[in-house]
């Protein structure tokens, strides 16, 4: 019998860890439908095609929440292979300027303080993402070590 080896399709991910004035950040759910349905994210997507991180992570912020966010500090690089895709996740702290988050192309929107992120379902490359949050405060920057 003929074995094949699946190879997962490699995607680049902008991520946006999106704060607002109270030190919260910005979590979406995924639709219960599709990939990793239900569970929490940090709003973003797909890099396209001659699309720099930065304008990948506002072009979808855009789309997903209807809000505008300004790109800041790259916070941290995360690859992390599924079974059926295998992602870099491009995480980059951001800050709102114009907007109400709207649940647009998700099924919930939330503000949490970097304390309640435990307490939500996330994808597994995600335990890195909040680790290094955890690391710069609730979200009100860099914490001097
Ligand atoms: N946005 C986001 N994606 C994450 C996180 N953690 C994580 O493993 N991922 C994975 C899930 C997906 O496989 C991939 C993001 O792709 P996506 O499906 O949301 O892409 P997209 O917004 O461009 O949506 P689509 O147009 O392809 O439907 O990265 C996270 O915190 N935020
Ligand atoms: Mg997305």
């Not at 910005?26 to 994210?41: H, K, P, S, V, Y």
């Not at 304008?55 to 979808?60: D, H, K, L, S």
């Amino acid at each position: 019998m003929n074995e094949t080896t699946f190879v997962p399709p490699h995607k680049i991910i902008g991520v946006a860890v999106i704060a607002n004035d109270q030190g919260q950040i910005l979590i979406d759910r995924r639709r219960q439908e599709g990939a990793m349905g239900g569970l929490w994210e940090f709003p973003g997507g797909k890099i396209e095609t001659n699309e720099t991180v930065e304008e990948c992570i506002q072009r979808e912020i855009k789309e997903e929440l209807g809000i505008v966010v300004e790109v800041g500090e790259h916070i941290i690089t995360i690859d992390h292979t599924y079974s059926h895709i295998r992602v870099t996740l491009k995480v980059h702290h951001c800050r709102l300027i114009q907007g109400v988050p709207q649940p647009i192309e998700c099924d919930e929107v939330r503000w949490v303080s970097v304390d309640e992120l435990e307490s939500f379902a996330f994808p597994e490359a995600n335990i890195q993402i909040i680790a290094a949050l955890r690391k710069w405060g609730n979200g009100g920057g860099r914490v001097v070590e």
